[in-house]
């Protein structure tokens, strides 16, 4: 049906963390996967092909047969027997067997992030060794590499000879968590050669390699005591992380002060959710304190651009000069300063970042502090729920990278704005869920709808929410068009007879949220309680698309107040929408007198 067999291609093979370890640490269980693809496979291979006349086999083996690697035995080994296979059977019965030792290909470098990526084989260069392999009529083995191999089978050579160098071990006596955090950074900056470690910096991105971290392994082994497997160092990549591990596993028997983390209980005697910190980024303020200043007293801090700031920002002449122009804008300052190394970041991944990542992780960061929590050490789970706007950032970054599609693919968590919250949940190390929101002007709400009801299902004990918006460049105004959403004079007059649109500024916020009964039982700084949220949609109950609608404003605002249990003659306050639109705000005061 598919025609002749002329070649077959074996490629099969398997390669997690969980296979690293020293030979004296390895089972038989853990070995068979790897037996199993390369081994057996190949002699079942050869055994099916035996009668066949096929013009060339190719077995897939891995440069870790030739350099060895990490706690790579079981994988070498599967790797050798295929090398040798294949010299075995070269030109047998009229087949042509090969092994081709491939380097690291640049998708394992993203799925294992072992390996550092400048080793990797890009896939462009892959295929083109390939076009060379196919063509070999000389050798039965061929190794693929983008590195000088000889300066890296050197390091394998003289690597036990720096080891017995390393100055004579040190017992120390420890007592106390902080002394051993203290020591394994030592040897951290004593191994890699740095003058300083942060205990949440990974271990890879400090510069470690295969080679480097057998060694640190050696020594946290002779000097500390410490027999830990190569495999921890990859599943608890920070010093911080290892220490954790350390203080939950009784096997290492390591006589600390005990501060194992509480069997926490989460209340759910009531779904009263307290807000318990706050950070926020405005035009015209840098925080929540001067944003309330500016409200108490009324004012507008839009700003109104000059020709040269226009101009610098690419708009043009024609264009600025236009009738309909409008140079306004509420724009949030320094939004170019951001401190990566605070965060866990290089400076490359810094530029690239979408300054809306940059402005939320530091709002995220600050809320929590505002709230007295550091998630680096809190022992329940925190859930993150935001929501940013869709801006032209990610077209720019990648411009700037075009030409390199392995720190393409790496960008995309940096600048595509559907990543920055799970980014930032690894970065600052949270447990509970974590929810990208866009549903338009409600993204933060929503996002705050659903924070509080992670809390009340019990998925998270706390819960950060939020929204942000920052669009680059910064200082450009806009066309303004006769009935559209936008203001021809750059004013927004909310629920005014003189209102004729809205205007779109930056902005970010952030609140904490905890059970109010735990937030209580624990002391925390209470700025409000929410005891009711509700979301819902309009469907097609209105005149198009973009259209608000007075029966489903009027029902979530309903079901808000019957989630609350509060009489509605008893709120005193409303916040609205407030768009200053025609449309817009009518019907929402029509909602809202429905629903009073």
């Known amino acids: 049906m598919f025609g002749q067999i002329n070649g077959v291609i074996h490629a099969a093979g398997t390669l997690h963390t969980n296979n690293f370890g020293l030979i004296r640490e390895t089972s038989f269980e853990e070995s068979k996967e790897q037996f199993n693809t390369k081994i057996y496979g190949t002699l079942v291979l050869s055994k099916v092909l035996k009668e066949h006349n096929v ?10 047969s ?15 027997f295929m090398d040798a296979f294949s010299q075995k059977c070269y030109r047998k019965n009229n087949q042509k067997w090969l092994t081709v030792n491939w380097d690291v290909w640049q998708n394992k470098v993203v799925e294992e992030s072992i390996l550092v990526i400048k080793n990797a084989i890009m896939y462009e260069e892959g295929n083109k060794a390939f076009d060379y392999i196919i063509a070999n009529e000389t050798f039965p083995q061929i190794l693929v590499s983008t590195t000088e191999l000889q300066e890296r089978i050197d390091n394998w050579l003289h690597f036990w000879e720096k080891t017995e160098n390393l ?30 470690v942060n205990r949440n910096d990974n271990f890879f991105e400090m510069g470690a390699t295969s080679l480097t971290l057998i060694q640190i392994n050696e020594q946290i082994r002779r000097e500390l005591k410490l027999n830990l497997t ?3 160092l990859f599943t608890y990549p920070t ?21 194992k983390k509480k069997n926490t209980v989460i209340s759910h005697s009531t779904k009263d959710i307290a807000v318990i910190g706050m950070s926020g980024r405005f035009p015209g303020a840098k925080n929540i304190s001067e944003y309330w200043e500016n409200i108490k007293n009324g004012l507008e801090t839009i700003s109104e651009f000059t020709d ?33 190394e605070t965060f866990g970041y290089n400076l490359n991944e810094a530029e690239l970042m979408d300054p809306q990542m940059r402005i939320f992780h530091e709002c995220t960061w600050e809320a929590l502090e505002d709230a007295g929590y550091n998630p680096q050490i809190y022992n329940g789970k925190i859930g993150l729920y935001g929501g940013a706007a869709t801006t032209h950032w990610p077209y720019m970054a990648m411009a700037k990278i075009a030409s390199n599609p392995a720190a393409q693919f790496n960008a995309v968590s940096l600048t595509d704005k559907d990543f920055i919250f799970s980014k930032i949940a690894y970065n600052l190390n949270l447990h509970g869920p974590c929810v990208s929101v866009q549903t338009g002007c409600s993204t933060s709400l929503v996002a705050l709808h659903q924070a ?27 066309l303004y068009q006769a009935g559209m959403l936008s203001s021809p004079d750059g004013h927004c007059r909310a629920f005014d007879h003189n209102a004729n649109g809205t205007l779109f500024s930056e902005g970010a916020g952030v609140v904490v949220l905890k059970n109010l009964e735990q937030a209580l039982e624990d002391g925390d700084h ?71």
């Open 55 to 64: 013009d060339i086999i190719i077995l897939m083996s891995s440069l870790s």
């Open 66 to 80: 030739i350099l060895g690697g990490l706690g790579h035995i079981v994988y070498s080994s599967a790797n050798k």
């Open 167 to 196: 100055q004579k071990e040190r017992v120390k006596d420890i007592h106390e968590w902080k002394d051993l955090e203290n020591e394994l950074a030592r040897i951290f900056k004593e191994i890699l050669g740095l003058e300083t």
């Open 230 to 232: 190569i495999e921890k």
């Open 239 to 259: 010093i911080y992380q290892l220490i954790n591990f350390l203080k939950e596993d009784d096997a290492f028997g390591v006589s600390f002060k005990n501060d």
């Open 308 to 340: 040269q700031e226009l101009w610098e920002n690419g708009v043009s002449k024609e264009e600025m000069y236009s009738e309909y122009y409008v140079r306004r804008k509420g724009v949030i300052q320094n939004v170019e300063k951001f401190d990566p």
């Open 452 to 478: 509080c009801q992670g809390i009340q299902n019990g998925e998270c004990e706390m819960a950060i929410a939020g929204g942000v918006y920052v669009s680059v460049p910064q200082k450009i105004g806009y």
């Open 526 to 596: 209470i700025y409000a309680v929410i005891k009711g949220s509700a979301i819902n949609n309009d469907g097609n109950r209105k005149v198009g698309y973009t259209a608000p609608s007075t029966k489903g404003q009027y029902e979530v605002i309903h079901a808000a107040i019957q989630e609350s249990g509060i009489s509605p003659e008893n709120i005193d306050y409303i916040e609205a929408h407030g768009t200053a639109t025609h449309l817009g705000d009518p019907i929402e005061i029509e909602a809202l007198k429905q629903a009073f």
